[in-house]
Structure formats: C-alpha cells, structure tokens
C-alpha cells in the first residue's frame, strides 16, 4: 500500500546530506516509509557532537575520531568548500533564504521517524562507539541494508 | 506499460553529468519516459550562458553567479580535472573517438523531449532566476521529485 | 521470483569501489542476481595490473593508462586520501578489524559469478583494450546497460 524509500547515504559532505534529509523528511511527510543507512563517511552525521569517546580505541581509531567531523555542522560542502570559507558563504545565503539548517533537518527526520541504520562494519573499522552516536541509530549488517532497500519502491546511493 | 526514468543530478560535474545525459538519450531512444531533476551544483548546466542576471540578486547571489560554471562546456571533470588540463585532454580523447561534447547531449535531450525539473530550494539558495536558464526548466518543489521518483522504475542519484 | 539488483560503478575510489563490492558479494550469498555495470573512472578496477598494453594507443591514450591507477590496490580514498597516508591509515584500521581488502572483495566477486559490464563508450574514449582488462569484463553499450538496469529491483549509481 504505502511506498518506502531507502537511502544509502555512503557521503560526508554537508550539501549532499541535506539532499538525503530533505527526502527523508519530504517522503515522510508524503506518509512514506523512509530507511536511510549510513555507511563510512556518512556515519560522521551519527556522531553525538557532545559524546566523543576515547577508551577502547586503537591509537588510529582515537586520531581518526579526533580529525573527522563531528555532527552535521561540522561537515563541509562536496565542492567549493575552500577551508570553510565557500560553506560558510552558503549557509549566510541559505539564510536569506529561510532554508533549514542541516541540523534542523536532522532533528526533523529523528521526530519524524525516519529509520536511521548504521553499518556495522564501517562502524567498526572507524571505531565508533555506541554511546557516541546518535541513540535511534541502530547498527546492523550489509545484508539487512540489502533486504530493505530490495523490498524498496525506489533506493539511492548518495 | 512503456518504462519510466528518473535521475536525480546533484553533481555539476562533466564527467557525471555526460553519464546522466547518455542514460537520458539512451532510455528516450528506447523510448522510455525520462524526467531528469536538477538539483544544487546539477542546476549549473541548466544556466544558459548567453544569459546571466544581476538585478533582483543579494551581493552573495551574484558573486556566486559570476564564479560558477555557466552552461554545460563549462563544467569540470569530478577528478583528474587539474585546473582544466586534465579536461582538455580528456576531450581531445573523446574527439579522437568522436564522442560527443556535452553540449551535444544536452541539445539531444532538449530534442527528444527528456523532461527537465529544478529544484526550487536550490535555485532560491543560490540566487539563480527563471530568465537565465533554459526554457524547458521547470522549477519544483522536492514532494513534486519523490513522487514521480517513487514511481518510476528506476531511480538514480547522479 | 528471485530478486535482481544492478549496479552503475562510476567511481574510481577506493572506499565507493568497497561499498558496491560489498553489496553485490552480500546480494549474491541472498542468491540474488548481480550485474555491475563500470563506466568512466569505475573502469580502472577493471583493469589487470600485469596487463598494460601500449600498442595501437594514441599518446594521449598511453599517457592515461600510466597515470591512472592499475587495478584495486592502486586506488585512492573519495577523501581524506592526502597523498595516500589516508590511504594506508584506514587499510592498517581495516586490518585491525579483518576487513577484506578492496582486492579480496573483487576475487569473490568474480568467484560468486557477479556479472561484469563495462561501458563501450568509457573503454573507446580511455583507450582500454580488451587485454589489458580481466577476462569477466563484457563490454557493452549504454543501452545494454538501461535494458538490464529498468528490469532489475533496484538500481544505483555509485
């Protein structure tokens, strides 16, 4: 009856995730069922900003925490970047434009229910914690992404 | 009955958008139904070159107009561009195969009736008016995208 | 009855290249059917690394195949590669995890029978010849590859 939209969001990149969200959160308002699964460097937007966790980490897994971005602010844009400069010129245009952060994005798609998976294996070789993620994240293997999204009436990499 | 096509072009990149615009012609040739929507740096080869504005822009707007890419020969390679060396021999390679230039694909699209969507939270974000892209663009709203997406039989996001 | 997923493979990056590997190998322990279809920068893991040829290439051409990358090892990270520290940093973390290499997940592939197509147009423009490429590789043109993709129950671009 209902459609369902899965996203595999694979990026990092702040322009790119807001595309995802943006979705996300237009297909559940559409009364669509939506699963987004982060793999490697989409998983940065899982982290807890507030919640870094450094016990039980390898010396690269701490120097990888510690380097990457932190939640959704902290990511760049997929071009035009230019050390921050280039975002931050398009986050003051975003505001003349009352367009939503990437942040109130995602609070949106967490009220709004959107299932948010998280690769087990990218979170492991990243060595990211659970307690440093977002808690509606849950963890869980390629071949549950796989089932979902082939049971999916439409799916994207992004 | 006959099949139906949706891409989503996020990517303002040549490379990409060669691909986007050879599935595009390829499917309409099978004759499939294509809708291709632009979205964020996808909306730079909807520019028209011959036509860019500056009334009505914020200072931002208009610096982000004069920096982008105008059109599709304007456009660089996602990787190996190295400041458009790269891409000139790139195209030097595409010659000698008589490939054809991305304009060349766009203007195929524009003939074989693909249909042409923007988004209409980018182009307010970055400022770009009706007057300076091409005729065909119809600019929507990202519920107008998910709906004809979802049903389409195949979706991409390029 | 049985499921079908299809895969475009665009990129040439290390981790995306891991990201489809992992997928189609997981799609076919669920018995699914897999095609991948590489195109542009995708074809460079298509390439065997003892199997340059230089003969009946334009200089152009022999001047690309020495400069890009030569199989699955040789490729670079989508980000954070700087110069190949990145690289070898996340390969040492992989390690850590016994995570399959980028190398081991194509040996299964081509074990698990996962078809490969590679697109005519991409291997004419690059110059690839058909020695230098693995053995699977069938090369076909973008129609082949639409044909195959709107009949299969899911499709990305990666």
Not at 11 to 28: C, F, M, P, T, V
Not at 132 to 155: F, T
């Amino acid at each position: 009856m209902g459609k369902k939209i899965n996203l595999l969001v694979f990026s990092g990149d702040y322009d790119k995730l807001y595309a995802a969200l943006l979705i996300a959160n237009g297909a559940r308002d559409m009364e669509m069922e939506v699963s987004m699964f982060f793999a490697f460097w989409g998983l940065l937007i899982m982290r807890d900003p507030e919640k870094a966790v450094g016990e039980g980490k390898s010396t690269y897994e701490k120097m990888f925490g510690a380097v990457t971005p932190k939640g959704p602010e902290d990511l760049g844009l997929s071009r035009m970047n230019m050390m921050g400069m280039g975002k931050s010129m398009m986050l003051d245009m975003m505001k003349d434009d009352n367009a939503p952060s990437l942040q109130k994005l995602l609070d949106g798609a967490r009220k709004n229910k959107v299932k948010f998976y998280g690769c087990k294996l990218s979170a492991e070789v990243m060595g990211f914690k659970k307690e440093e993620m977002l808690p509606e994240l849950e963890v869980v293997d390629v071949k549950a992404y796989i089932g979902d999204a082939v049971n999916s009436d439409m799916q994207l990499f992004i």
